[in-house]
């Protein structure tokens, strides 16, 4: 497809010189991902586009044509580079609004996202997803929502606020706001040609449709095939040896650095010295709001990928170029004419902040100041229902009871493999009980998963270990992506704290000890997001997190999500839900004690 722009005569009047430009950016060195030189330069844009690129590199003099502009912009000799393209992300991780994420990404260079909303519409369904669609349509940014393929994740073996079928997917995909389909992230159902996934992937591949895949640990015989449904990228790869078996089958690699995984060293390191890096390409996945203050959006991710090994223009590319060619849009992500006037003005190649973002040809950012149009959020808690309808706990329904009264039961215990990473195994362990209750042995917590979209009766209670957590309770109607509430605990009276503040904020994250509230932020917005901007959120954010470290998780990459994924049954190995244990790769439930 094609970006257009509304009068492409008037384009080509500008491009002539026939009519001003409506700005001219001058004395620059235009970066060109095309042949992978620098050229001295200016760039005319007209009407969102860029009308025309002046620049002689071999010194051929062939033309001299005098250019009016409304605006002349000196670029005072800084590199021009296109705007950068998140590859793949979930804005409800942010924890911030759309409106409110555009406004803060933007001054860090990123002026399109792909944005898949699964978040959302497992809490609120078809609303929840045109809700993220529409509250930036007013921003500078290019939103390009998908239709969200997995609401739940595993139909069956967890329960949402939102069941999404092959209609379902397809009604929202037509929809004018949605450019595609969420990623796939049942790949047993892929794999199986379930009765959910094969209609939903036969009707996509056959409108031609951009579809973002979901592959973890994914190789030989389950990957070929996982590829011959349609999905063309991957976000999974957590490792370098994943990437290379990923590309060498043609597959986009969206390698991702996130608050929680960070993998484009290990992927970089493994491929750059394939001969051609043309798919592979750069995401965020989830970023919360002090990171992105911190250290910035995708231009952070480029920067990372250049210390990891790769050319700076290659690492450019991987966010605007190659993105743009799997996204299918054959005029974004690089500078010539006709394309997308979305570009950035940066000093340094190496750490690419830019000192101005160009948005559809206006400038939006200035010295990492957001200077384009924007409306406050005081409406967004209207606009999208909170959606937490938790029952009132009793210390006996967080309590498991095996039934013997003293002695030892087997249990099967979801580990953590590392403090810092999402993935679990089943492990069997001789647990002790007394008076009736389990004892659990040092470094095993209980853990809770919840129903909140009224099947109040609706939980699962079980053990975990390796997880961080030292003492006390964290609850969080953050857990993705059916988003019930879940919490992690040492007693039921901690878990009960932390829930009811939990309620009384109408969604969003506490932590307790003591039988005592000790923090807690409110994200009223679907349970999921606040209504604070980047700055402010990222301060109460940092707060939270301290908080949560006095209980533990101090290893943790981002301890106030460490739970988040817990109930995430589409990610290796041992998982739960509201309706019981599950073992991913089996696609089972399996029983708390290994006896019955």
């Known amino acids: 497809m094609r970006l257009n722009p509304n009068d492409m005569s008037a384009l080509v009047a500008a491009s002539m010189g ?5 700005t001219l950016i001058t004395n620059v060195q235009i970066v060109n991902l095309f042949s992978g030189e620098i050229h001295s330069g200016q760039v005319g844009l007209y009407d969102g586009f860029i009308a025309y690129v002046d620049m002689d590199p071999d010194n051929l003099s062939r033309e001299s044509i ?78 390009l929502v998908l239709a969200p393929s997995c609401v739940p994740a595993l139909p069956g073996m967890e329960s949402a606020g939102a069941s999404f079928s092959e209609q379902d997917v397809m009604s929202l995909y037509h929809d004018e706001n949605i450019f595609g389909i969420g990623e796939v992230m049942d790949f047993l159902g892929v794999l199986d040609q379930d009765e959910r996934m094969s209609p939903i992937l036969k009707q996509s591949t056959g409108q031609s449709a951009y579809i973002q895949g979901h592959a973890p640990n994914m190789s030989g015989q389950k990957l070929n095939a996982y590829l011959c449904t349609g999905p063309s990228n991957d976000h999974e790869c957590r490792s370098g040896q994943e990437a290379k078996d990923k590309l060498r089958l043609g597959m986009y690699v969206y ?26 390409c750069l995401c965020s996945d989830d970023k919360e709001a002090a990171d992105i203050l911190e250290h910035g959006h995708m231009n952070h991710v480029v920067k990372v990928a250049i210390e990891a090994g790769l050319d700076p223009i290659t690492a450019i590319r991987c966010a605007t170029l190659h993105t743009a060619k799997d996204l299918g849009i054959s005029n974004l992500g690089a500078i010539a004419p006709g394309y997308v006037a979305d570009l950035l003005l940066v000093d340094d190649l190496n750490d690419p902040r830019p000192e101005r973002v160009f948005s559809q040809g206006q400038l939006v ?7 384009g149009p924007f409306t406050d959020e005081k409406h967004a808690i209207e606009e999208v229902d909170t959606t937490a309808d938790i029952p009132d706990f009793t210390p006996e329904m967080l309590t498991i009871t095996p039934n013997i009264e003293h002695g030892h039961v087997m249990v099967n215990v979801i580990h953590y493999l590392r403090p810092n990473a999402s993935l679990t195994e089943w492990r069997q362990v001789s647990i002790p009980v007394k008076n009736g209750r389990l004892v659990l042995p040092e470094g095993h917590q209980f853990v809770m998963v919840q129903n909140r979209y009224g099947k109040t009766e609706q939980r699962t209670v079980a053990v975990v270990s390796g997880s961080g957590l030292e003492q006390g309770a964290i609850a969080a109607t953050v857990s993705h ?6 919490v992690m605990f040492d007693t039921p009276e901690n878990a009960i704290a932390a829930i009811e503040q939990v309620k009384r904020m109408q969604g969003g994250i506490a932590c307790a000890n003591d039988g005592k509230v000790v923090d807690g932020l409110a994200l009223p917005v679907a349970g999921l997001m606040s209504t604070l901007d980047c700055h402010a959120l990222a301060n109460e954010g940092e707060r939270m997190k301290q908080s949560v470290l ?25 998982k739960l839900s509201d309706k019981g244990l599950i073992d991913v790769e089996r696609k ?9």
Request: aromatic share 8%.
């Open 588 to 596: 089972a439930f399996v029983p708390l004690f290994v006896s019955e």
């Open 481 to 486: 992506d059916s988003h019930n509430l879940t």
């Open 550 to 574: 006095s209980l533990g998780f101090r290893e943790a990459v981002n301890p106030l999500l460490r739970i988040a994924t817990i109930a995430l049954p589409v990610v290796p190995k041992a």
């Open 66 to 143: 005098e250019r009016n502009a409304l605006e002349v912009i000196d670029g005072e000799g800084r590199y021009l580079i296109p705007g950068l393209i998140d590859a793949h992300l979930h804005i409800e991780s942010t924890m911030m609004t759309p409106k409110n994420f555009a406004k803060a990404v933007l001054p860090w260079g990123t002026t399109t996202v792909v944005t898949d909303p699964h978040e959302i519409g497992n809490v609120m369904g078809a609303n929840g997803v045109k809700y993220m669609a529409q509250n930036s349509a007013d921003m500078p940014i290019r939103n």
């Open 365 to 371: 950012a200035k010295n990492g100041n957001y200077i």
């Open 18 to 22: 026939r009519k001003p430009v409506d």
């Open 255 to 280: 390698a991702r650095e996130s608050s929680m995984s960070r993998n484009v060293k290990d992927i970089v390191e493994a491929v750059k010295d394939f001969k051609f890096h043309d798919y592979l």
